[in-house]
């Protein structure tokens, strides 16, 4: 017997998998706090950098540092949605293990961004106080 898998045009398949990957961004900034914080705390530096006379790889490290927090935030937001979806099962002594993993699940990821947000604190440092002073 043979089995007949429909064909989707590739960019059609890039297409739709760019579309989830927008509408999950939108929920996360819809959602997290702390990612509004950010968006907007690191708009307004983009704007500040933007008049001053920052070089190439002033401009590319404070990209990439914004860039690899917000990635590590969203992270954290679909470690924190999946862990509390397993959570919510009942709080039966059996389970204290998992809730336990759980918990510490949640505490790594929340450190992940705030590792990330020290670095990009550190780069804003690094690269504004001098053009700055």
């Known amino acids: 017997m043979r089995v007949c ?3 989707t045009p590739p960019m059609r398949r890039i297409a739709r998998s760019l579309g989830f990957s927008i509408e999950g ?4 900034l819809r959602e997290e706090r702390n990612l509004q914080l950010f968006s907007i705390g690191f708009i307004a530096v983009i704007f500040a950098a933007m008049q001053l006379n ?4 002033e401009w590319v490290a404070l990209l990439v540092s914004g860039g690899a927090f917000m990635a590590v935030e969203l ?3 679909a470690l924190e949605r999946l ?3 397993v959570d919510a099962l009942p709080k039966e002594r059996a389970n ?3 809730h ?7 505490d790594v990821s929340a450190a992940a961004a705030l590792v990330g947000l020290v670095s990009v604190i550190v ?3 690094i690269v504004l106080v001098p053009k700055v002073m």
Do not use: Q
Request: no cysteine; proline share 0%.
């Open 25 to 28: 961004l939108w929920h996360a």
């Open 75 to 77: 992270f954290n937001t």
């Open 123 to 125: 780069t804003l440092l």
């Open 100 to 106: 336990a993993s759980m918990k510490a699940t949640k």
């Open 54 to 57: 920052l070089e190439r790889w």
């Open 83 to 85: 862990t509390d979806a």
């Open 96 to 98: 204290a293990s998992l």
């Open 5 to 7: 898998i429909a064909y």
